[in-house]
């Protein structure tokens, strides 16, 4: 059995899935302003149903290629939840305390070498930023 | 009066408000998350006590060059600096992986310069006349170009034109975001404050773009990669000049961008963003190996680099000859030329005290992208070593910009976390085949087709949609040009199949002069 069409026929039911919930939503709506919603809608029905008709098709085929395993995407997940804490610890703390603790950890994990190097990128980022964007741009980070 | 143009640009105040407007216009445009627009509306305070000349000088100096850099990490990083570098990225990153990113960054930077100048000599010489052409344009014109522009999701589509159409609707989806524009009722808000104004288009692509590609670089950093580049292109060796043999081929796209950038920055509203995605379009349409878009075609950064900087320029000609500005920087700007007591209009041009100082802010629009493009081409040799530097390092400096790019735009936090949405929405679509380019156009024209349909839906309650598009000239080219734009690959593939059948030899030339 084709593993990726498999994926794939997977993918076309949670999109299924996300289009109902759009669908159910503009009957909350105004009259006119669902419109566009509906059509657009429409229009994805038909083309996830044009690709799911594709993928049992393909099903068939005996073929891994493209196939995304749970593995493969393990470390970029885990990037990302790492990303999501960085953000709440900007909203805790602040931007340049999050920032100078976020770079030090990845590149400790990711095993950068010597530490004196990680500590200068992370100084002279943070000093460029504070230049760029505290004192030229005003952008309150310090908050 | 454009000698006293040249005169006054020659004034030392003008001469260092064009040289740092450029530098730092450059430098701004490639960070994640400024845009020219915040550049110039945070300039403009500046220029209060600058010489009307030397402060617009520095604006115009400012915004065609932020529009270049956006394409500096767009090539390099994949992260676009500004959203009307977006079309380059997929190109310019293809390029950089194997090696030829200052090639990319030569070309985008030669496109930019040309694409800005040729702009320039429009804004100089046929303003008037040009703009006369986009007073003529309605709603329905405005939903019909809308409309062109969404014709262009089916050639960013990549592999599987389906799975692109599919991003575009997810792209229109989210432009249904926010109030509606007639009744201002709420639509995909859940409550939630901050949604009434929409998703913020800088946000959603940082993360769409570079937060996707900084997790991909992670996946790839676990399999044992340590740079962007790919394993068999370690050599950065070269010049960022074109040769004679490689500009040749790009000439009629970089002509064909400049009109299109022109057109475009002329009709208000229509930015750098829409310019450089039709005018990739129309490239790829056009071109004998559409296949090579996407995967490192320099046709494609040509023509994407050339149309922004076009843009520019075009912009500037309704906002000088009839006070409409072209584009969100232009309408910031219109401020800066009121406060400097120059009033837009045909006056503005023959009066003896404005027509000098008009004259000399067109002459140093058009110096400041000469320049950008010399500044360009001495620095790309260093910034291109960017590609070199592990991705251990890289990573976290990215997620860090982005971060602080997209908390910029309107100083939320909120925005971080749509950035973070999208950014794992980017990185899954992409992984199961979906391209991205195709939400953020979606994103840009959905809103834009959507106000001006309901527009002209009103406008033609009495006399009907039909007999309103039947008594519009520019409506009926438009529709056709869309039919055209729809079928037009199609055709291509029926014609290049004729062709190799009526003589085999056909293919063989094409790929030589390509």
Not at chain 2, 18 to 47: C, D, E, K, N, R
Not at chain 2, 73 to 99: I, V
Not at chain 2, 233 to 246: D, H
Not at chain 2, 257 to 269: A, C, E, M, T, Y
Request: with cysteine.
């Amino acid at each position: 059995m084709n593993k990726k069409a498999k994926q794939d026929i997977l993918v076309c039911i949670l999109i299924y899935a996300f289009m109902l919930f759009c669908f159910w939503q503009t009957f909350t709506m105004k009259s006119g302003s669902d419109i566009m919603p509906r059509l657009i809608l429409a229009l994805a029905m038909i083309c996830n149903t044009a690709l799911l008709i594709r993928c049992l098709n393909q099903l068939k085929q005996v073929s891994a290629e493209g196939y995304t395993s749970i593995s493969e995407i393990k470390i970029p997940i885990l990037m990302f939840f790492g990303v999501v804490l960085y953000a709440l610890a900007i909203s805790f703390t602040n931007y340049f305390i999050a920032t100078a603790a976020m770079i030090l950890i990845f590149m400790l994990i990711e095993r950068v070498k010597p530490v004196w190097l990680i500590l200068a990128i992370d100084g002279v980022y943070l000093v460029f930023i504070y230049v760029l964007f505290v004192m030229v741009l005003k952008v309150p980070l310090l908050k | 009066m454009i000698a006293q143009g040249l005169v006054l640009l020659t004034q030392p105040d003008v001469i260092i408000a064009l040289v740092v407007g450029t530098l730092g216009g450059m430098f701004i445009g490639a960070m994640p998350g400024l845009s020219a627009s915040m550049a110039v509306a945070l300039l403009i305070p500046v220029t209060f006590s600058m010489s009307g000349a030397a402060g617009i000088t520095l604006l115009v100096a400012v915004y065609t060059s932020a529009i270049y850099g956006g394409s500096i990490t767009a090539c390099l990083l994949h992260t676009p600096g500004t959203p009307a570098s977006a079309a380059t990225a997929a190109d310019g990153f293809a390029l950089t992986k194997q090696g030829k990113g200052l090639k990319a960054i030569g070309t985008a930077t030669i496109c930019s310069m040309i694409g800005g100048t040729i702009s320039a000599f429009a804004l100089l010489f046929i303003a008037p006349a040009l703009s006369q052409v986009a007073l003529k344009f309605s709603s329905l014109e405005y939903f019909l170009i809308g409309v062109f522009g969404l014709t262009i999701i089916g050639s960013l589509a990549g592999d599987n034109m389906m799975k692109g159409l599919l991003s575009g609707c997810l792209g229109l989806l989210i432009g249904c975001i926010g109030l509606d524009i007639q009744s201002s009722a709420p639509r995909y808000c859940f409550g939630v404050l901050e949604l009434q104004s929409g998703v913020q288009l800088v946000p959603a692509m940082i993360g769409l773009f570079s937060l996707s590609q900084v997790m991909f670089s992670i996946e790839d950093v676990a399999k044992g990669k340590s740079t962007v580049l790919d394993d068999n292109a370690k050599n950065l060796t070269g010049s960022p000049l074109l040769s004679w043999p490689e500009l040749r081929p790009l000439l009629p796209t970089i002509a064909q961008s400049s009109i299109i950038g022109i057109l475009v920055g002329i009709l208000p509203g229509a930015g750098g963003d829409i310019g450089s995605w039709i005018s990739y379009n129309t490239a790829k349409n056009a071109s004998k190996h559409p296949e090579e878009f996407g995967h490192g075609s320099y046709v494609g950064i040509a023509a994407s680099e050339t149309a922004n900087n076009a843009v520019t320029g075009g912009a500037l000609i309704p906002l000088l000859t009839l006070g409409i500005p072209g584009s969100g920087v232009a309408a910031i700007m219109l401020g800066g030329l009121m406060i400097k007591g120059l009033n837009p209009g045909y006056k503005l041009f023959t009066d003896p005290v404005t027509g000098p100082v008009v004259y000399c802010i067109i002459i140093a629009f058009a110096a400041a992208n000469v320049l950008m493009g010399g500044c360009g081409l001495l620095v790309c040799k260093q910034v291109v070593k960017i590609s070199t530097v592990k991705m251990t390092i890289l990573a976290p400096l990215i997620i860090a910009l982005s971060t602080v790019g997209s908390y910029a735009v309107r100083q939320s936090m909120f925005d971080v976390y749509v950035m973070l949405i999208f950014g794992v929405i980017g990185y899954f679509m992409r992984k199961y085949g979906f391209a991205t380019a195709p939400v953020v156009l979606a994103m840009i024209l959905g809103p834009i087709a959507e106000t001006n349909f309901r527009q002209t839906l009103v406008i033609t309650k009495r006399t009907g949609l039909l007999n309103y598009f039947l008594t519009r000239p520019i409506s009926i080219c438009l529709a056709i040009l869309i039919v055209v734009a729809l079928f037009s690959p199609l055709l291509m593939k029926i014609i290049n199949k004729k062709a190799i059948a009526s003589d085999p030899n056909v293919l063989a030339d094409t790929a030589h002069e390509d």
